[in-house]
């Protein structure tokens, strides 16, 4: 009895030991198994530690590569494109299956969404070629090389330099995507060995992530490698093609060596035909055309050179300035037609620098001295003439005449050829009741004697010019007429005298006149005149005027 009463006793109190533990609250944070601490997690609290610290050094790694890395850019957009392109194999095993069994509406709106999906999908992965895609084709790929031009003139040499210069940005940009691959690769094989640390203190997600991370690596190594072997080559083809322009260019500035030679030696040589010219020839105008034509043809001779150095086909010449002289013709016809009228200037010898000229241009006329005929213009000097006195009241001007104005307009020449005296003339008028037979005669006696020595000049000048022309009337005495007019009659004196200074000879030849003429009681210089009548004798008044009041 007393032993089945202790049995009892003995049941409950393990009862109330066993109620009061289920009562009691454990702490799970930290468990004691064999000296260790141990979370939540089954981790050891150093092994927690060792992985914070793994992820915080791959997180620093990340951040050293840039947001910008073309590299990891192109990886990225690899990957995806590989997810999109799986994505669409399973879609389009789907639509195949539904094209053959979807026998509801719910499947068939199915099947018309998955084709829209599967339209949008290819849109998007239109840069995968085939199955074979493989990432960084675009990166690894070197620049293309230009075709290289060929370098037959100077200006070639600039385009040859400037495409050198090219070559070799491309080479170093090439080169820097090579060093930012190697950077980069550095980074992920240092990422590979904390995944492999944390691969061994880690759970399954962190081996999973050691298999990505290493075939990264593996694709970014191939990448490498390719790099480095189309670098020797493409290396190696710059090289080819630098030399190849080099070449090129050394051989044009050889060529412009020569011709630049060749030009010294001809300035040289016209040079020393201009100090012979001016050390022999005395005449100002014969040393000015010589001076002209020498320097017409160095600089012909000198575009001979370049154009027979550089255009290596005549025929090619020949239809180069045919078009060249068409578009002239056509586009500046007044320059063509001023360059065609020098021509004729210069070798038809109308016109010299030095002549005395007269030429009418919009109703005026100029008269001065030839100072340059040029390639485009005659440039003259106005001088003070008649002309200037009686009609322009200017005088000293610069007067340019356009060359194609021999063709069109009015061109007198007072000095041409071996000519240098003009026939002058001057005017008065006497009296009706004047003695004009002594008043011609005084007048002809001046003018012999002022005229004298052009008369003798022009003598000399025309039986040199007969060599040229036909030439009928060659009197050169002084010619007096006379005329019935208004106020009197009109003594004309017509004499020779220097075609520069025609002014100052017939300046003395009028005063002249003018005291002879005083002198002779018979003479008398008429001017307009007006002879007054006036009746003395008054009228007487008439009727009209009979109550008028003055």
Not at 455 to 478: A, G
């Amino acid at each position: 009895m007393k032993k089945s009463l202790l049995f009892c006793s003995v049941l409950l109190l393990l009862q109330s030991v066993l109620v009061s533990a289920d009562n009691v609250t454990v702490p799970t944070t930290n468990i004691q198994v064999q000296g260790e601490e141990v979370s939540e997690n089954g981790m050891t609290l150093d092994k927690e530690q060792q992985i914070l610290n793994y992820e915080q050094e791959l997180k620093d790694l990340d951040s050293s590569i840039s947001d910008a890395n073309v590299w990891i850019k192109s990886y990225a957009t690899y990957l995806a494109a590989l997810r999109v392109k799986d994505d669409l194999d399973k879609i389009k095993q789907r639509i195949k299956w539904l094209s053959k069994n979807a026998k509801s509406a719910k499947e068939r709106d199915e099947l018309n969404g998955l084709i829209a999906k599967e339209s949008i999908l290819t849109s998007q992965i239109g840069q995968l070629k085939d199955e074979h895609y493989t990432p960084f084709s675009e990166l690894i790929t070197p620049p293309k090389i230009e075709e290289i031009p060929e370098i037959n003139n100077p200006f070639d040499i600039f385009t040859g330099l400037s495409l050198i210069k090219t070559l070799n940005n491309n080479l170093d940009e090439y080169k820097k995507k090579k060093e930012n691959l190697s950077e980069l690769i550095t980074i992920l094989k240092k990422e590979v060995e904390i995944h492999q640390k944390l691969a061994e203190v880690g759970n399954q997600e962190y081996r999973d992530e050691l298999k990505e991370i290493q075939l990264q690596l593996l694709r970014f190594e191939r990448a490498l490698d390719t790099m480095s072997s189309t670098l020797e080559v493409y290396q190696k083809r710059l090289d080819i093609t630098a030399v190849n322009i080099n070449k090129s260019v050394e051989t044009q500035v050889y060529r412009l060596a020569k011709i630049g030679i060749a030009i010294l030696i001809v300035f040289f040589i016209f040079f020393v035909l201009k100090l012979i010219v001016k050390k022999y020839i005395t005449d100002n105008e014969r040393f000015y055309m010589a001076n002209k034509i020498i320097t017409f043809t160095n600089f012909t001779i000198i575009l001979l050179i370049v154009f027979f150095n550089y255009i290596e086909n005549a025929s090619y010449l020949v239809t180069i300035l045919g078009f060249a002289s068409a578009g002239i013709a056509i586009a500046m016809k007044d320059w063509f037609m001023s360059i065609l009228g020098w021509l004729v200037i210069v070798f038809g010898g109308s016109i010299h620098v030095g002549d005395r000229i007269r030429v009418d241009m919009d109703g005026m006329q100029y008269v001065g001295d030839v100072l340059d005929i040029s390639l485009l213009r005659i440039t003259i000097l106005e001088d003070v003439t008649l002309t200037s006195v009686m009609t322009n009241r200017r005088a000293g001007r610069i007067i340019f005449i356009p060359n194609n104005y021999v063709f069109t307009k009015m061109i007198a020449n007072y000095t041409h050829n071996s000519l240098k005296t003009v026939w002058d003339g001057v005017k008065i008028t006497i009296t009706f009741d004047s003695n004009h037979k002594k008043a011609m005669y005084l007048v002809k006696e001046i003018t012999k004697k002022y005229s004298k020595g052009y008369t003798d000049i022009t003598r000399k000048q025309l039986n040199r010019l007969r060599q040229h022309y036909s030439l009928k009337n060659t009197n050169v005495e002084p010619r007096i007429y006379s005329f019935i007019a208004d106020n009197g009659l009109e003594v004309e004196a017509w004499y020779l005298t220097n075609a520069y200074a025609t002014l100052t000879l017939r300046s003395v030849i009028s005063t002249e006149i003018v005291d002879a003429f005083n002198k002779e009681d018979d003479i008398t210089i008429a001017y307009p005149t007006q002879k007054l009548h006036v009746d003395m004798r008054s009228a007487k008044p008439t009727a009209l005027h009979e109550n008028e009041l003055v």
